[in-house]
């Protein structure tokens, strides 16, 4: 038995409780360099984020879908869910830091970092020894070996995989399942945004199985072809098309887009500070408030999300719409100069705790809105 | 006074908004039943007043007022008149289709009711003023402040 | 730039709208631009310096006096109120509106001063839509099915209706 | 003079000429017999008190409504203008959109009050500005008997306030009565407009909001006592006044004060000496009788009725040593052109001019307190006078105490459209009309007019009335001079309330059934002030004029023409005081004369 | 999804008619015609589709040009996205107005012969009117195909719900269909067991929520009898959540955006409220998604030629058949420039418009021999009211309309008066008096506010805005009709159509009776009534003694009706045309009445009827 091994149902909460951070994780990056685009430019640029971005909620959506199916209870509300930029995340070969940093090509670069398409290869251990980072969060650890971690995300993945069918092969020879969890309690593409049919529930092996392939092909994309089973592109291609500046076409090979070209006007975004925080704006002023008014009201969101996620799935349909004004408070504060930053302007911090989120169970109520 | 008159009453302070005690310190109540009952077929009264009867209590009941007799065909426009009727102490004539569809007395034409009636409109009391012509305020009361309602 | 900080001290008291909020926009530099290029630059110094002359609020009976003066200096004055409520709806709409016949008259024509609306993205970000918490029709969409909950009406400092007077 | 009749003076008209020139001369011992078209129910207090029942009763409370025309002694009706089928017969091409009350009392019985002078300058309009003509007249030879006629009437006015535009008094004199203080709306428009100046080409004009002086009893001043409620009856006895020693703020000077604090012709003619003074109503004059040798007039035909729903009469001749028509500026034209006296170069009933007004309403940002007060307290009186006037017309604005009243007919228009077309009822109408109605905000913009002999009253066979007195017809229109007034008045208007920070409803009056004119592309619905003048004006000029400055026609030696009629030209003074004034003059000519 | 959709050169064009014969020629990219196009090449055969636009909406950047320019325009109206093209001119309702008894105003392109004068409009563009139709997609009700039989009004169809109901369904798939069958089964209206549409409802407005609350359940009564009233979804072509029961539980998988390469918007609402004029993210149904799929299906086998305005149809006259079509294809919109071609082909579809088709059949001088082309022109009349909520709804949220009343779209008051369908639009009174542009400049130009004030005085006075929006029927005029006149031409020296209309007095009946229908309403939810009619609005008609502005709904029909009798008719119940055997004139017009349907979804499943025919001819 390999060391990266699952062999207990707590174990595999908790390797899902971390697919869950680390798909929320790429989040807030994508999204800041979404919005820095300034308005009427880029329109290539913005609809190729903007689609990875949506598909990375439905990812931590088939994640809690799977901790649901498993009888966990997703809480995206637990301090630390949401990382503090810049964060590290697991990559193939070598170590990067994550920023949440203004569209550029070298923030594309790092998305291209942060989708890098890898497998361990066969028969090496997909633990790989993990080196020191200070404070900064990790993801895609080992839960139980803090000191490893997996060679790439889509390893993560195949580790949950096994841990699913070694867990059920293992139950099922008792007359039982691991599937134990609340069907009610699984979002399907009815309470989805956008792409009808995309998201199903999981209710079995196949089920899991399912959602977990689809995960690993449309984020990562298999090393052999650039299309995904739904013949998608995987997203690593789809930022590909910006540094290369034209669109794949079917048939294409990788790192040899021959479609249409996209026009990127690398210059044509708010200089946003990188991973500017709370503390770099002039406390008392009226973009500090706005600042943090803007993570309360990100807090009391994934409280909202995580009680749909518990059993209340049409709530997910309002915390939708709660996600859209985000978009419009990010905007506001991403073309507000900060001052002192010679030109730089402010952004969303993402500093999430919880006291910014407030009582833990008073996060829906407080979204009441105001009429 | 009578129930029928007490309900009348009821029903105005739910159309007006001026409780009883505004309503018949008017001294126009009595005379106001009489020219409904005067101007509308025989019975349309009686329905109106069993209507507001038949209100719910509650949060519920304004907005069954507007749909049960406000929004009624028959009962709206002659509610809509009563209220008129307190507030500037004439009476309206009612809709061509009204009239049409339910009769029309010979005295439902539009006209002031009387001196009294005049006098006694709540319009008046709600901007705070007086009846032009009427209940003066004295000499200078007009460089004060108004005081509403 | 010099003239921005003070046009968005007015425009933020004119409109009710934080500063924030109006420089999130990202109109501010353009909106400022257009004001200048179709007034004059001199003629909007007036405004804002006479703005700027204004008693400071601090207290309730100083702000009512500083709304007075606001109304009698500048939107009461014949050559400053009608820039003055131009630059509303410039912020609420995104549209830049053709000076009344009486201004051009007394102040002279330009030659830019025709209706139009400032840029396309002007209108997405015209407040008129924040206000009432709603969208501009045809952008900032608020997603599936979210018409069939009640507004979200952002509070705001000031709010007739939060403090009755 | 010796007399062949038993009458020294027949006047025909019990408005307020007739009234102080007959106080004057009966004061004087002359025997007057004063004729009266209209019933006399105004005279005691019941009558009048039945008046006010009239109006309380009306479905409109429009200016005529407590005073209903007799049959024999029709009337204009403010309704008329909306289907021109009234007692003027409107030849246009623009509506004459005033009234006048033809009953015992006049006009006075239905008017606002209003006793501006007359500016320096408004009487030298030809030789200040090149338009209109000058007065025979200065504002010097009139002064004092201002001075009188505000004593006559009872003015209320400080005269601190009423210093501007050249307007001077004797240095020791102050109005009898002290101003009607400010109503709280005027304070409050007062406070943002006060300081604000209009720029008329190079002149400047800071405006405020000021008191006018007003016929309405106030405090009085030293010893002066103020006339009350007139109560007469018919066996010429009178009670002296119960009420109207003060105005009590009704809201109603027009169309009747309940309690006759503002003055009214009946007050003078109470104060005449009942011994050399005959007074007959319901008598209607039909015909000047003229001695075709020499052009004196010999006798009034006139025709008497008994009962004004009726119109049966009797015709009888008034005889006296002199004749004086103050019957109203209209009705004085009217006669001697149904007399077939047209006077010099046919100028009897031409020039007609009047205050064309607009309206400017709108909802004032705090309550204000609106339906409380005299009618009006105050007004803008900064634009009167200036060099504009060689290119358009001056105006001064009245600030209404009884909010919408005059433009929508409120408050019972405001309650319609809150209940019929709103739909309100209970506690949610009631705010409503709580907030509407209390910050409802009215000024009226008087605009001068120029006299152009093509506005002009006539006469046609063909338009008789029930007595088959000859209706008069009226020719009228606005001319550039006045339009040019009305824009540079109505964007006042809107600086002003835009200081004020009124919402502004001006524009929504745009369906009114006002009459409209159109200049600059702008429509313009205006109304009458009631301001009737110029059909018999006065000169120095046998040729230029109808009558000479006492108000003698220049035609009839024994005839005199009193009233607004002898205007030349009419500023922006609501024309009561001038000519109260002017018939001041007369009396004391008459009297100097007829007691040779 | 994915498109190959290229135009094809003029010169390509040219060279392939001389190797391959066209099967089709099909006139018109809009609807009618994408149907056809793609029902012809699944059957394999061999299509040419004109278009008379230049087709810049094939890409997404075309498209999202579109979308700029609805931004960028000072009037937000119906062709606001759509560049002005003087050689495919199209009715935009910016510069109309009133005309004087006996007066023709030709300022327009479509010139104006009154006395009514409409504002209806289309769009000439790829993809054509449902570029930017609401998308609205009720059936017609069993009742409406025989109005004549029951009401005495209008005349019976010469077919009935039962023969159209197979091919509403497919209509309803093809388009996407968001709606619940419980919420559309009234007055006769009735689906096989089992059925579900494509997609479930979308959910009612906030505001729609808010008027239910105090009106369903109360009654008005009509001659006698009782309706109860209620607020319903509509039947929407917008993608809404798929119903996995739909086709016997293989569930339905909408279409998004159509693009030259992968974007994956629009497979749901996100409700923009701008269904009209463009829908920001193609959520909403056009034709370029059914071109898309017949261009992914069949490249080889169809061809589209842009910039080609169909001018002149020429018919043998001896057989009647029509030999070819001209075509003039012009270079630039900008220029008048152009080349005319002569196409062959074996059938030829005109499928333009109710407006187009007859003014190209006119223009060519085929004025049938029933005489009846142009004739009989419908559109459904609008009345607007508009009210004040009590309370804050959050007007101006949502697609332009969720919900309405439809409980007076049928009844035997129809012998009477016009029935009509009711709107609640959740865009405020944008429609009625340009909310809420003009609410800001009342309150700032005359209101005179700012600050504080201003923004709340915003909020009371726009967030409770309610509009009732009555499609009114109208019946069949022949003297309501398009025509032609020489004297009035576009750039191309193609002649404009001229239309004279007079509003019918059955529907002036219904407009009456929905005026105060409206202040029943109003009355029931405590809204105030705001509404003014302005007897100087272009399309003001005064009716006993009041007045009414009614407005065009661009529900075009009735100018190549069709039916049993040749004498009677123009096409027969396949939309072929009874003179000439091998041409079909396609769409709105063909319908003999129009009910209180938006027209799209009955002409879409009459397409499909017809397609079937076609194929049969061209076996």
Not at chain 3, 16 to 31: K, W
Not at chain 4, 221 to 237: F, I, K, N, T
Not at chain 4, 300 to 328: C, M, N, W
Not at chain 4, 572 to 589: G, I, W
């Amino acid at each position: 038995m390999d060391s990266s091994d699952i062999t207990t149902l707590e174990e595999l909460k908790s390797y899902l409780y971390s697919a869950m951070q680390l798909e929320h994780a790429t989040l807030p990056p994508y999204l800041v360099a979404l919005y820095s685009i300034k308005p009427g430019t880029n329109l290539d640029a913005t609809q190729i984020i903007r689609v990875v971005a949506v598909e990375e909620m439905l990812h931590l959506t088939f994640a809690a879908n799977l901790l649901n199916a498993i009888g966990g209870e997703p809480d995206l509300t637990v301090p630390g869910f949401v990382p503090n930029f810049p964060t590290y995340l697991p990559d193939g070969e070598q170590e990067f830091l994550v920023h949440l940093a203004p569209f550029s090509r070298q923030t594309i670069e790092n998305f291209l970092q942060i989708e890098r398409p890898s497998l361990a290869p066969s028969g090496v251990n997909k633990l790989v020894a993990r080196r020191e980072h200070g404070p900064f969060l990790h993801l895609g650890t080992h839960p139980r070996q803090t000191t490893m971690r997996y060679y790439s995300i889509g390893d993560f993945y195949k580790a949950i995989e096994d841990g699913l069918v070694y867990l059920e092969g293992e139950a099922q020879k008792q007359g039982k399942t691991i599937f134990t969890g609340d069907a009610g309690r699984q979002i399907t593409s009815q309470y989805y945004y956008s792409g009808g049919g995309h998201l199903h529930p999981v209710t079995d092996l196949a089920t899991a199985v399912t959602a977990i392939r689809l995960v690993i092909e449309q984020g990562e994309g298999q090393t052999a072809t650039i299309y995904d089973s739904q013949k998608e592109l995987a997203h690593y291609y789809r930022f590909d098309q910006l540094i290369h500046g034209r669109y794949y076409r079917s048939g294409d090979a990788i790192e040899h887009p021959t479609g249409e070209p996209v026009s990127v006007d690398w210059d044509a975004a708010y200089p946003v500070k990188t991973d500017v925080k709370l503390a770099d704006i002039p406390a008392g002023s009226e973009l500090h408030q706005a600042a943090a008014a803007f993570n309360q009201a990100y807090a009391r969101f994934l409280a909202e999300i995580t009680e749909a996620y518990n059993g209340k799935p049409h709530k997910l349909m309002e915390a939708v719409a709660h996600m859209f004004e985000f978009r419009n408070a990010m905007t506001v504060l991403i073309r507000n100069p900060l001052p002192g930053s010679n030109g730089l302007y402010a952004g969303p911090t993402f500093e999430v705790s919880p006291e910014a989120a407030g009582a833990p169970q008073a996060g829906a109520e407080s979204l009441e809105v105001v009429a | 006074m009578t129930a029928r008159e007490e309900s009348f009453v009821a029903l105005s302070v739910l159309l007006t908004g001026y409780d009883s005690v505004h309503l018949l310190g008017t001294g126009m109540a009595e005379q106001y039943l009489a020219i409904l009952d005067s101007i509308l077929p025989t019975g349309m009264v009686d329905d109106l007043l069993a209507a507001y009867q038949r209100l719910p209590q509650g949060p519920q009941r304004e907005p069954a007022a507007a749909a049960t007799i406000l929004g009624d065909a028959k009962l709206g426009p002659v509610a809509r008149n009563l209220i008129v009727l307190w507030y500037c102490g004439s009476w309206t004539q009612l809709p061509a289709a009204w009239r049409a569809t339910y009769g029309a007395a010979p005295q439902d034409t539009t006209h002031a009711v009387s001196a009294d009636a005049y006098q006694a409109g709540l319009q008046w009391l709600a901007a705070g003023a007086h009846p032009a012509g009427a209940k003066a305020q004295g000499y200078g009361a007009w460089a004060l402040g108004p005081e509403g309602r | 730039m010099s003239q921005l900080e003070p046009f968005l001290a007015f425009s933020a008291e004119v409109t009710a709208f934080p500063i924030v909020e109006l420089q999130g926009t990202g109109q501010a530099e353009s909106y400022l631009q257009t004001v200048e290029d179709i007034v004059g630059t001199q003629r909007l110094d007036r405004l804002l310096v006479l703005y700027q002359s204004l008693p400071l609020a601090t207290r309730e009976d100083i702000r009512q006096a500083r709304a007075d003066r606001l109304r009698r200096d500048i939107f009461g004055s014949d050559e400053l109120g009608p820039i003055a409520r131009n630059i509303i709806k410039l912020w609420y709409s995104g549209t830049w509106y053709e000076l009344p016949s009486a201004w051009t008259e007394a102040y002279g024509p330009a030659p830019q001063d025709v209706t139009f609306v400032v840029a396309p993205s002007s209108y997405v970000e015209g407040l008129l839509w924040t206000a009432i918490g709603a969208h501009p029709a045809g952008a900032k969409a608020p997603g599936y099915a979210s018409w069939q909950w009640p507004p979200h009406i952002p509070p705001f400092a000031g709010d007739p209706a939060a403090t009755p007077r | 003079m010796t007399s062949d009749t038993p009458f020294d003076a027949v006047i025909v008209g019990a408005g307020v000429a007739g009234a102080l020139i007959a106080k004057q001369l009966t004061g004087a011992g002359l025997r007057v017999l004063l004729l009266e078209a209209g019933p006399g129910t105004s005279q005691s207090f019941n009558g009048y008190s039945r008046h006010l029942q009239q109006f309380y009763g009306a479905t409109s409370k429009s200016a005529e409504s407590p005073w209903p025309p007799a049959a024999a002694a029709p009337q204009p009706d403010s309704s008329d203008l909306r289907n021109n089928n009234g007692y003027f017969v409107q030849r246009g091409p623009d509506l004459y959109g005033s009234t006048y009350t033809r009953t015992w009392g006049g006009s006075t019985l239905h008017w606002l009050g209003v006793s501006l002078r007359m500016l320096p300058e408004d009487f030298r309009m030809h030789s200040r500005h090149g338009v209109g003509r000058d007065w025979p007249l200065g504002y010097n030879d009139l002064a004092p008997f201002y001075a009188r006629a505000e004593h006559e009437l009872g003015v209320s006015a400080d005269v601190a306030d009423q210093r501007y535009h050249g307007v001077s008094f004797a240095e020791d004199y102050d109005y009898p009565m002290q101003r009607v203080p400010l109503s709280y709306s005027d304070r409050v428009l007062g406070a943002a407009v006060d300081g604000m100046t209009v720029w008329f080409d190079h002149e400047s004009f800071d405006l405020k909001v000021r008191s006018y002086p007003a016929a309405r009893n106030s405090i009085p001043r030293g010893a002066y006592q103020p006339v009350g409620a007139v109560d007469l009856h018919d066996d010429g006895s009178s009670n002296p006044p119960l009420l109207g020693g003060r105005c009590q703020g009704n809201t109603s000077c027009t169309p009747i004060c309940p309690v006759q604090a503002k003055y009214n012709a009946g007050k003078s003619l109470a104060q005449a000496d009942r011994r050399y003074l005959t007074m007959l109503v319901q008598a209607v004059a039909s015909k000047i009788l003229v001695d075709p040798a020499n052009g004196g007039v010999q006798g009034i035909e006139y025709k008497r009725y008994q009962d004004p729903a009726s119109t049966r009469f009797t015709t009888a001749v008034a005889k006296g040593r002199v004749y004086i028509l103050t019957a109203h500026a209209v009705e004085n034209a009217r006669l001697m052109l149904a007399s077939g006296l047209t006077g010099p170069r046919g100028q009897v009933g031409q020039t007609l001019m009047d205050h064309p007004a607009l309206y400017a309403w709108g909802l004032a940002p705090l309550a204000i307190g609106a339906f409380r007060g005299p009618q009006s307290s105050a007004g803008i009186e900064d634009l009167r006078g200036g060099a504009f006037r060689a290119r358009h017309a001056a105006f001064r604005f009245d600030i209404g105490n009884d909010g919408w009243r005059s433009t929508t007919g409120a408050p019972d228009s405001t309650v319609s459209e809150a209940v019929m077309s709103q739909r309100l009822f209970g506690t949610a109408l009631r705010d409503q009309l709580a907030n509407l109605l209390s910050r409802q905000v009215r000024m009226s913009l008087a605009i001068e007019q120029l006299p152009d002999p093509a506005n002009a009253v006539t006469v046609d066979p063909q338009y008789l009335d029930a007595l088959g007195n000859p209706r008069p017809v009226i020719s009228y229109h606005i001319d550039d001079y006045t339009k040019a007034g009305m824009v540079a008045a109505s964007g006042v208007a809107r600086a002003l309330f835009r200081r004020a920070g009124v919402q502004d409803f001006s524009e929504s009056g745009n369906g009114s059934w006002f009459p409209s004119v159109y200049y600059q592309g702008r429509e313009f619905h205006y109304h009458g002030m009631g301001h009737f003048s110029g059909t018999h004006a006065m000169g120095d000029d046998p040729q230029q004029s109808v009558i000479d400055p006492d108000q003698r026609a220049w035609q009839h030696h024994n005839l005199f023409l009193a009233g607004s009629g002898s205007f030349p030209t009419m500023g922006t003074s609501n024309p009561t005081l001038t000519l109260a004034a002017l018939a001041l003059r007369t009396a004391d000519h008459l009297v100097a004369t007829l007691q040779q | 999804m994915i498109s190959s959709i290229k135009k094809t050169s003029l010169a390509e064009i040219k060279a392939r008619l001389e190797q391959h014969p066209i099967e089709a020629v099909i006139v018109g990219t809009g609807i009618s015609g994408a149907i056809i196009a793609n029902e012809l090449t699944k059957a394999g055969k061999n299509v040419l589709l004109l278009e008379a636009g230049p087709g810049t909406n094939l890409t997404l950047q075309g498209y999202n040009e579109f979308l700029s320019n609805f931004y960028g325009a000072t009037s937000k109206d119906n062709q606001a996205p759509y560049p002005v093209n003087p050689n495919a001119s199209m009715p935009r309702s910016t510069n109309l107005r009133k005309l004087q008894p006996g007066e023709t105003d030709s300022a327009t392109y479509m010139v104006q012969s009154g006395p009514y004068v409409t504002d209806t409009n289309y769009t000439r563009v790829y993809g054509g009117t449902t570029m930017h139709w609401e998308a609205k997609t009720p059936r017609m009700l069993p009742e409406d195909f025989k109005s004549q039989t029951l009401f005495g009004q209008g005349v019976d169809w010469p077919l009935g719900y039962d023969d159209l109901e197979e091919f509403y369904q497919v209509a309803e798939r093809e388009i996407g269909v968001s709606a619940d069958v419980e919420d559309q089964s009234y007055l006769g209206v009735t689906f096989p067991k089992d059925y579900v549409y494509p997609m479930k409802g979308l959910p009612l407005s906030y505001l729609d929520q808010q008027v239910a609350k105090r009106l369903d359940g109360t009654e008005v009564e009509l001659y006698g009898q009782r309706y109860p009233l209620k607020i319903r979804p509509f039947p929407q072509g917008r993608n809404g959540i798929p119903n996995d029961k739909y086709d016997r539980g293989q569930g339905y998988v909408p279409v998004g955006a159509v693009s030259n390469h992968q974007i994956e918007i629009g497979e749901r609402c996100q409700g923009n409220t701008n269904c009209v004029p463009i829908c920001p993210v193609q959520a909403r149904y056009h034709s370029g998604k059914t071109l898309a799929k017949a261009f992914q299906r069949a490249t080889g086998s169809i061809h589209l030629l842009v910039q080609a305005v169909a001018s002149r149809v020429v018919i043998d006259p001896v057989s009647g058949r029509v030999t070819a079509l001209e075509v003039k294809v012009y270079k630039d919109p900008k220029s008048s420039e152009h080349e005319t071609v002569t196409i062959a082909a074996t059938i030829f579809v005109l499928a333009s418009n109710a407006i187009e088709t007859p003014r190209l059949m006119l223009a060519s001088g085929l004025r049938s021999s029933s005489g009846l082309i142009g004739r009989n022109l419908m559109d459904h009349s609008y009345l607007l009211s508009w009210a004040t909520m009590p309370e804050i709804c959050g007007t101006m949220r949502g697609t332009s309309v969720t919900g309405g009343i439809i409980d007076l779209r049928g009844g035997a008051f129809r012998r009477h008066q016009a029935a009509f369908s009711v709107d609640i639009h959740n865009d405020g009174w944008g429609w009625a008096v340009g909310s809420p542009y003009s609410d800001l400049t009342t309150l700032v130009d005359q209101y005179n506010l700012f600050g504080p004030e201003l923004r709340r005085g915003l909020i009371n006075r726009i967030s409770s805005q309610l509009l009732l929006a009555f499609m009114i029927e109208v019946m069949p005029s022949e003297s309501n009709r398009v025509t032609v006149d020489p004297q009035y031409t576009d750039q191309l020296g193609n002649m404009r159509p001229v239309v004279s209309f007079t509003v019918p007095e059955y529907t002036m009946r219904g407009a009456a009776y929905a005026r105060e229908f409206a202040r029943t309403v109003f009355a029931r939810v405590g809204a105030a009534d705001q509404s003014r009619y302005d007897p100087g609005d272009y399309g003001y008609v005064a009716y006993n003694g009041q007045g009414y502005a009614i407005r065009g709904g661009n529900h075009l029909a009735g100018t190549h009706v069709m039916g049993n009798d040749r004498n009677r008719s123009v096409v027969d119940t396949n939309q072929r045309s009874w003179d000439h055997p091998n041409l079909y004139l396609v769409g709105g017009g063909s319908m003999p009445t129009i009910g209180t349907a938006n027209v799209t979804l009955t002409l879409a499943a009459l397409c499909y009827r017809s397609a079937r025919s076609m194929l049969d001819q061209l076996q």
